[in-house]
Nanobody, 125 residues
Framework: QVQLVESGGGLVQPGGSLTLSCAASGHTLNYYAVGWFRQAPGKEREGVSCINSSDGSIYYADSVKGRFTIYRDNGKNTVYLQMNSLKPEDTAVYYC??????????????????WGQGTQVTVSS
């Protein structure tokens, strides 16, 4: 049974930083694609960042390039999303996702079967 648990969300002022964690059980993350997605109220879920399974290549949405960093700790079976210079428009519920099959496009939400419960990030003064 694959389970993902996100943590690390919270309230932060604009310009601040947060690091989100995605811990897995029943599944070894370093063998498979992992994505971070977010969904703001009234908006569709969007891809934020991901690690491709085939070659470990990393992708970022244009809106977060230069501010967010995705990385994984294989020993802890955890993927992180370091978020710096946060803006109010980053406010959303953040989800991590993975799959046990090959993922063609790791920024596509429809590629993933397994999702965490989400963690709220609020950027406000």
């Amino acid at each position: 049974q694959v389970q993902l648990v996100e943590s690390g969300g919270g309230l932060v002022q604009p310009g601040g930083s947060l690091t989100l964690s995605c811990a897995a059980s029943g599944h070894t993350l370093n063998y498979y694609a992992v994505g971070w997605f977010r969904q703001a109220p009234g908006k569709e879920r969007e891809g934020v960042s991901c690690i491709n399974s085939s070659d470990g290549s990393i992708y970022y949405a244009d809106s977060v390039k230069g501010r967010f960093t995705i990385y994984r700790d294989n020993g802890k079976n955890t993927v992180y999303l370091q978020m710096n210079s946060l803006k109010p428009e980053d406010t959303a519920v953040y989800y991590c996702a993975t799959d046990t099959d090959y993922v063609l496009f790791c920024m596509g939400a429809s590629e993933y079967e397994y999702w965490g419960q989400g963690t709220q990030v609020t950027v406000s003064s």
